[in-house]
């Protein structure tokens, strides 16, 4: 079966850095997304990997390692509004979007 | 319009009864999605859609059905509503069929079945 992987849940400080990781294994790879939900509200694309390395976006990164079907997001200089859920997800070979069920991040003054 | 909408923003229904949920984007995106979303569970595909005219099943496609007239619209129905279709519906739309463009979400929709 199809099965992606990440924390339920993780606490961590305001002005902090945090690292979700994201663990796949699915029927072909065509691409990993991370998606940001805050509460109540739809998933909003953050970023893609296709090819093995880090992917750098402002405050946000997202690695992907192939090979061992490993991913994370690392999320730096933690401010309040980054409390949300982050959405892990694989592209099959049928060109599917595999969804994890999402890590809650919540962030402490 | 900019984006994706959906109707209802929330809606109660009796077990039995027929509802359409509505999505429309105007992105002129070939490809659309149905995802349920329920706790613990993560994003759920229902049905989806790759070009106007083509429907294709996902995941968890018991007890709804979608149709594709056009590129804008696809809807979303549930013949005989259960409580277990009790959930947040979201519809999406990415730019190319089969491909692995980004997905943009609706707002959603928070039906309950009681």
């Known amino acids: 079966g199809q099965n992606i992987d990440q924390p339920t849940e993780m606490t961590a400080t305001e002005g902090a850095i945090v690292q979700i990781n994201c663990t796949y294994q699915?029927?072909?790879?065509?691409?990993l997304f991370w998606y940001q939900q805050h509460a109540g509200e739809a998933p909003t694309f953050l970023s893609y990997n296709v090819l093995d390395g880090l992917e750098e976006k402002g405050r946000f990164s997202s690695f992907l390692s192939r090979s061992k079907g490993y991913s994370y997001l690392l999320l730096k200089e933690l401010q309040m509004k980054d409390s949300a859920s982050y959405l892990c997800a694989v592209t099959d070979s049928n060109y599917q979007l595999i969804w994890g069920a999402g890590t809650k991040l919540i962030i402490k003054p | 319009i900019a984006g994706i909408t959906q109707a209802p923003t929330s809606q109660i229904l009796a077990a039995g009864r027929r509802m359409t949920l509505r999505c429309t984007q105007d992105m002129r995106h070939n490809a659309m999605y149905w995802y349920r979303q329920d706790l613990g569970l993560g994003l759920r595909l229902i049905h989806y859609?790759?070009?106007?005219?083509?429907?294709g099943k996902g995941e968890v496609p018991d007890g709804y059905s979608v149709s594709r007239a056009n590129t804008d619209d696809f809807p979303l129905t549930l013949a005989s509503a259960v409580p277990s279709q009790t959930s947040v519906y979201f519809c999406?739309?990415?730019?190319?069929?089969?491909?692995?463009?980004?997905?943009?979400f609706g707002p959603g929709t928070r039906l309950t079945v009681l």
């Open positions: 859609s790759n070009t106007a005219g083509t429907t």
């Open positions: 699915t029927s072909g790879f065509n691409g």
């Open positions: 999406a739309s990415s730019g190319g069929a089969g491909d692995t463009d980004t997905q943009y």
